[in-house]
C-alpha cells in the first residue's frame, strides 16, 4: 500500500440504482481520506445522481456515443492521476481505462472474471448491495460505513413538482408513486397486474396514484389506464431530479426492482416491490423497504427475458398475494 493517498477515483459508469448503491461507499471513503480528492467515473446520463453530492471533488463524465471515446476518458482519467482506482463494475471497457489510468493502486471484485487485471483483488462481503461494495475497500482501512443512499437535488425541483401536483389537483394525503415498466422483459410484473393494485390503493385508502415513466412510455401507460376502475395520473415529462422530488414527496413507491426503488430509499419514502428474478441483496433490510415474490428454484437470475414460456416469477405472482402483503405494509407501517 503506498504512504499516502491523495486521489481517489471510483468507477461506476451505469445503470441508475447501481449508481446511487455506491453512494455508501463514497461517503465512507470521504470519511477515512478528508483531504483526498475523490472523483467519480460516470456515463453522461446519470451525472445527475452525483452533482450535489456532498462528497465528491470531481464527477468525470463518459459518453459512450461520442466520437474516440474511450481515448477521451483515458486521458482524462490520466490528467486526474489518481493513487487508487476502485472499479465496482469492471467490464471490458473500464478494465481497459483502469488498466491504462496510471493509478498506483486499482482494486476490483475478486468475484469478477477480469479481476485478474488489478493489482488488488477484494473478497466481496455482505448482503445488500452497498454493504458489498464496502467491503472492497478493505485494503484501504476501511470496513464499515452507513447504508444509506444520497441523492441530492435541486430546490427547484421540489418547487416544480409541487405546482405539478397542484395542477393534477393531488392533496398528496395518501400519493403513491407507481413505477409501471421495466427495461427488460424479464423484470417486468404484468401491466393488467400493477393496474389492478392502484385500482385497490384507491378503492380501500383512496390513494393518489400518479404513473412514472419515460417520456417515451407515456402512451403505454396510457393504454394501460384503459383498464382502470379508477381514476390515476401520469407524469412522464420529469427529468431525475424532478422524479427524486416526486418520489420524496409520495407516502409510497410501488413498482419492480428498478431505479426509482433506490430514489425511494435514498428520500426515505417506504416502497414495495415486485422483484420478480432479482435477488433480494438490492433491497435495504429495513421495515419500511418490503418485497413480494415467488421463492421458485429458477431464481435469482440474470436472463433479459425469461426462456420460460408461462414466466413463472411474474406472472405466477397474482395481484391478490401481493394486495395482502401489501396491506399489512400500508396498514402497519405507512398510514
Partial sequence: ?????????????????????TTPALRAIRKKFPSAKIAF?????????????????????????????PVKTIRRVRKFAPD?????????????ISFLSGAKITLASAENRRAIFYKLRVPSKGKYVPELK?????????????????????????????????????????????????????????????????????????????????????????????????????????????LCALIGKAKLLLGGDAGPK??????????????????RGWTPPSEFHQTAFLDLDCRPCGYYRCPKPDHPCERGLSPEMVWEKLKIFIESKIL
Avoid at 447504508?147 to 413538482?161: C, M, Q, R, T
Avoid at 409501471?180 to 396514484?209: C, G, M, N, S, T
Wanted: glycine share 4%.
Fill in 84 to 96: 487508487v482506482l476502485i472499479d465496482y463494475l469492471a467490464n471490458p471497457r473500464t478494465t481497459l
Fill in 262 to 279: 433506490h430514489i425511494a430509499v435514498s428520500q426515505d419514502t417506504p416502497s414495495f416491490t415486485i422483484l420478480g428474478p432479482s435477488g
Fill in 134 to 242: 464496502i467491503s472492497l475497500l478493505e485494503p484501504l482501512g476501511i470496513s464499515e460505513g452507513e447504508l444509506g443512499l444520497v441523492f441530492n437535488f435541486p430546490e427547484s425541483a421540489k418547487e416544480k413538482i409541487t405546482k405539478m401536483l397542484q395542477a393534477m389537483r393531488i392533496s398528496g394525503k395518501f400519493m403513491v408513486a407507481l413505477d409501471l415498466f421495466h427495461k427488460r422483459p424479464a423484470r417486468q410484473w404484468p401491466v393488467e397486474f400493477f393496474i389492478e393494485i392502484a385500482d385497490r390503493l384507491v378503492e380501500y385508502y383512496q390513494a393518489e396514484v400518479v404513473i412514472t415513466c419515460l417520456p417515451e412510455n407515456r402512451s403505454r401507460a396510457e393504454q394501460a389506464l384503459k383498464l382502470a376502475r379508477q381514476k390515476h395520473y401520469i407524469a412522464s415529462e420529469l427529468d431525475l431530479f424532478e
Fill in 41 to 69: 467515473l460516470v456515463d453522461k446520463k446519470f451525472e445527475p445522481l452525483l452533482r450535489y453530492n456532498p462528497h465528491l471533488d470531481l464527477i468525470i463524465s463518459r459518453d459512450p456515443e461520442e466520437k474516440f471515446e
Fill in 1 to 21: 500500500m503506498i504512504e499516502k493517498i491523495e486521489r481517489i477515483l471510483v468507477i461506476q459508469l451505469r445503470q441508475l440504482g447501481d449508481v446511487l448503491v
